[in-house]
């Protein structure tokens, strides 16, 4: 168990070790967190203090852009120097030094004089400007998106869509809609699994609905909502299927970019419904069959008391899920994902059919 521990708090520092901000870090962090036991040496034997210094040196002023500071459990100020007779340490003498990473230089014009066209001035790089036509001792910075995400030129009001950007980013970037994630071979697996669950799902459901319109008087309670459960779930079930007759771009993309807002008709909306209205009664009817259940076996109420509260449970499964919906639609929070097992679907985070052996979800923006 300890083990695993480590390996959790050593991979926190993977991003580092990626970016190669100090050619000694992965040697450092190797020494805390794994040193080494010598049979004849009782004492601690960590990395030299020189060791330290160079990977903070390295990492530490690009952990503290993002707000982190150089942790305290590995202070340089309390490792011993290399050639302390009292307390050996580790050094690499003959390993080969890595480049260290480029620096930003600072601009040699006044900052007041440095502007950003467009976007977030944090964003701008200092090197020579875009523009050209301003002043004498100004120059311009411009603002790019960087892969993966994508630049689509903002729709105008006339376009009867908008396209939100990224939170700190320029306008017009955007996520894209083919996802940058996961791989070709991935998001076709999860089309192929989502589909051939949806589709049994599908199969089922209709058989039991089938059998209630043959012989509606075999379903009394408290066995009636396994009914209307099986009817959610067929419902729900078409919802992820909508991607096999619309195809994924028509619910999930806007040009080159995922859907940020779904107003008004569309696959998407559409999609949105099935899933998020019908996924929602189901959870509430499986708790009025457990409720139905209770009144049978545990107070033992006949068939006829508890269908005459039947309004009660109607009125709950189908008004709170439709309250919640119409607030998503009002609002405009429906969007979609690009995620393998939560593609081509447009509906809340709070959907977890339970039909599908895997999560199978999408989100609205917002909550």
Not at 265 to 287: E, N
Request: glycine content about 8%; aromatic content about 10%.
């Amino acid at each position: 168990m300890k083990h695993v521990l480590i390996g959790l708090q050593v991979h926190q520092y993977w991003p580092l070790v990626e970016i190669k901000c100090s050619a000694d870090l992965k040697f450092f962090l190797c020494s805390v967190y794994t040193p080494i036991c010598i049979e004849d040496y009782a004492k601690p034997l960590p990395a030299c203090r020189s060791v330290c210094e160079r990977a903070r040196d390295g990492c530490a002023p690009l952990m503290q852009k993002y707000g982190f500071k150089w942790p305290e459990r590995m202070a340089c100020e309390r490792l011993p120097r290399l050639g302390d007779p009292d307390h050996l340490c580790m050094e690499e003498p003959e390993r080969a030094r890595e480049p260290d990473p480029p620096r930003p230089t600072r601009p040699t014009r006044p900052l007041s004089k440095l502007h950003c066209t467009g976007g977030d001035s944090k964003n701008c790089e200092g090197g020579p400007g875009a523009g050209a036509g301003g002043a004498a001792g100004e120059r311009e910075c411009a603002c790019a998106c960087r892969p993966p995400l994508v630049t689509m030129a903002t729709r105008t009001a006339s376009a009867g869509a908008n396209t939100s950007t990224v939170p700190g980013l320029p306008p017009g970037c955007v996520t894209p809609c083919a996802g940058a994630f996961f791989t070709r071979e991935e998001k076709e697996f999860a089309g192929v699994w989502i589909a051939l669950w949806s589709g049994l799902c599908a199969a089922s459901t209709l058989m039991t609905l089938t059998t209630f319109l043959i012989d509606s008087q075999r379903f009394k309670y408290p066995e009636r909502p396994i009914v209307y459960l099986s009817a959610c779930y067929f419902m729900v079930s078409l919802g992820y299927l909508a991607r096999l007759a619309f195809g994924h771009d028509e619910i999930a993309c806007d040009g080159l970019a995922l859907k940020t807002s779904a107003d008004g008709p569309s696959a998407c909306t559409l999609v949105f419904l099935l899933i998020y209205f019908f996924g929602m009664a189901s959870s509430i009817w499986w708790v009025v069959l457990s409720f139905a259940w209770f009144l049978a076996a545990g107070l033992k109420w006949g068939n006829e008391a508890i269908a005459g509260h039947a309004h009660y449970y109607h009125l709950a499964a189908w008004l709170v899920p439709g309250a919640k919906t119409m607030a998503v639609l009002v609002a405009g929070a429906v969007d979609s994902s690009a995620e393998p097992i939560r593609r081509s679907s447009c509906t809340s985070p709070s959907v977890r059919p339970s039909c599908w052996p895997v999560s199978f979800r999408c989100s609205a923006s917002g909550r």
